[in-house]
C-alpha cells in the first residue's frame, strides 16, 4: 500500500487533463470516430465563428463564448475571451463582462502566468462584487489559491482558504462555503496530508446534499475524492461506506437521466474508480474474493467506448495492489508498465521514483533482491532528494513513522492552540460582556436615583411657605446661643418674619451677594437681634441656612427654566446670591444630594 498518495495526485491530474480536453462533452463528438474528428472539429469551429460573425446580442455573446470552451488551452481561446469581453460591453451586458474576467483568470492559471493570473483575478473578484454574483467571486478566489497550492505554498493557501470560508459563512452563501470546503481539500491532498481531507469533503458532500439538490451530478467529485482520500489514509471501513453511497447516486442518476440533458451520458469511468477503489480495501482488509469481484465489475466497464483513458489508472493500480497480495507478481508488474505507459502517451507528469519504488518492492517479493538494490541505488541518483533509499528498509520505515506521528503531532498541537486561544477569546468576551451589564445596570440604576433627586428638587423650589410661616426648630439646626429660640416664636416674631418673607418673595433680597443680617435689619428697620430671633423661632433655621435655601431654590429654578441655559454653573450661581463658587457647590450637594452640574445634566435628561 506505499505510495498511495503519489498515485492518489497523479490520478487528480489525469482528471483534470481528461476534462481540460474535452471528455466529458455531451455534443456529437463524442460518436466522431477518430479518423473523421479533425475534419468534424474543424466543421464545428467554422460553424461557430460564423454565428459569431453574423448574429447579434446575445446569440452572438453565446457563440463567442463558446468558441472559447472551444479552443480552450490555447492562444486562441485568449482572442476570443478579448472578443467576448469587448462585444458585452458593448452590448452592455454583465452577465458576459464578468464570464469574460473569469475565464481569464483560469487562463492565466493554467498558462501558467502569476501576474496576470492576480491581475485578472483582482479584476475578475470586483467585478463580481459589485454585481453581486458571489458565487463567481468564490470561484475565482478558488482559481487565486489553487496557483498557491500548485507552487507548494500551502500555508499560505490555507490561510486564504480561512478568509474565504469566513466571508462565505458572513455572506450565507453556499457556492463558496462548498468552493472552500474542496480546495481546502485539494490543498491538504497536495500538501500530502490526506486525512485532513476528510472534513472538509465530508462538509462539501453535506451542503450540496441539503442546499442544492438539483446539483447532485457534481457529488461525483466529490465522492472520487473522499473514497481515494480515505482510502490512502486506511480508513477502509468509511471508505466502503462512502463507495455505498456513491454508487447509490450513480445508480439513481442511470435510473432518471432518460428524457433529460444527461441522456447520452455515461458514469461507467466513475464506476471504474469506484470499483477499483472498493477493491483496494477488500484488499487491504484481506477480503480476496470481494477484491475480484470488484475489479471484475470495473473490467466490465473499461470496455466502454466512452470511457477516458485517465479513469483507467486507479483500475490499473488495484490490479497492482491485489496481484501483490496474491503473489501474481508479473501480473503486477504488467499493470505497472500500463501505468507508467499511459502517464507517458498522455504527457503527464510520471512519478517516476514512486513507480519504479512499487517495482523495486515487487523484485524484491519475487526474491530478486540484487535486481531490487540496483533499482533503488538508479532511482537515488536519479533524485538526490532520496538519499535515504540506501538506507537500511528498517530505518526507512522508523523515519515515515516518525515523519507521520510529527506531522499529527504538529497538527494535534496547532487544533490545542486554537481552542485554547478559541476559549480565551470567548471567556473574555462573556466576561466583559457581563462586565458592562453590571455597569450599565448600576449606571441606570444611579441616574434613576439621580433623577429622582431632580424631581424632589424640583418640586421643593417650587414650594411656596404657608400662611403660618413660623414652626418650631429642628434639633440639628446649628443656632448660635445669643439666637436661642427660646420657647417658640410669639406674635412679634411672626410679625417680624411675615415681613422678611414678603421681602424675599417680591425682591428677592437673597440673590445680593452682600446681603446680611445687619444689612438686612437696616433695611426693614428692626433691631438685628430681634430680627435674628424671629427668623430662628419661626423657620427653624439660622439666618445663613434660611438665606441659603432661597438661593438654591432659586438656583434650581433659573436651572430649569429655558431662557438662562446659557448661564454656567458659575452664572447660575451668582444670579441665586452666592458670592463664593466653593460654597455653592458645597451648600447645593447638601440641600438637593447632587453637585450642580450632575444636577442639571438629569434635569436636562428629564
Known sequence: ??????????????????????????????????????????????????????????????????????????????????????????????????????????????????????????????????????????????????????????????????????KALEWRNIDGEMTAYEIMAMAYIAAKQPGEAIEPLKKAIGLLNKYAPDRKLFLNDYYLLLVQVLVESKNYTQALEYTAQWEQLLDNFDATKKGTEYENLSVDDQRIVMEANRSMCYTATGQTALSKQSLDKAAAFSQSQEIAAAFLQPFYHANVVYNRGQNNNQQAIAYLDKMIRFAMDNQQDVPWIDFQLIRSDILADMGQHEEAYNLRRQMNQRNDSLNTLLFPQQVQEIRTIYEVDKIEAEAKMKEVQYRNRLTLILTVAILSLLALAVIGYFYRKKQVAYRELVRKGQQWAEIIPPEDICTNPEEDEAVSPDESPGNGPDLSDVAVMEQVEQLMKEKKLYTNTELTLDTLSNTIGINRYYLSKAVNRCSGKSFTAYINEHRIKEAIRLMSDKKTNNLSIDGIAYESGFADRTNFYRVFKKMTGLPPATFRSNLQAN
Open 1 to 166: 500500500m506505499k505510495h498511495l498518495l503519489t498515485m492518489l495526485l497523479f490520478y487528480l491530474s489525469c482528471f483534470a487533463t481528461g476534462q481540460n480536453n474535452g471528455l466529458y462533452q455531451k455534443d456529437s463528438l463524442q460518436a466522431v470516430t477518430e479518423p473523421d474528428l479533425q475534419v468534424t472539429e474543424t466543421i464545428l469551429a467554422d460553424s461557430l465563428a460564423q454565428l459569431a460573425s453574423t448574429k447579434q446580442g446575445e446569440e452572438k455573446l453565446s457563440a463567442i463564448y463558446d468558441l472559447v470552451k472551444f479552443y480552450a488551452g490555447t492562444e486562441k481561446a485568449l482572442h476570443y475571451m478579448n472578443m467576448l469581453e469587448q462585444e458585452a460591453l458593448r452590448y452592455g451586458d454583465d452577465s458576459f463582462v464578468g464570464a469574460a474576467y473569469m475565464l481569464k483568470t483560469m487562463y492565466y492559471l493554467e498558462l501558467p502566468n502569476p501576474d496576470s493570473l492576480r491581475w485578472w483575478g483582482a479584476i475578475s473578484k470586483e467585478y463580481s462584487l459589485q454585481h453581486k454574483r458571489y458565487d463567481r467571486y468564490f470561484m475565482v478566489e478558488g482559481y487565486l489559491i489553487q496557483s498557491y497550492i500548485n507552487n507548494g505554498d500551502y500555508k499560505l493557501a490555507q490561510f486564504r482558504i480561512g478568509q474565504m470560508l469566513m
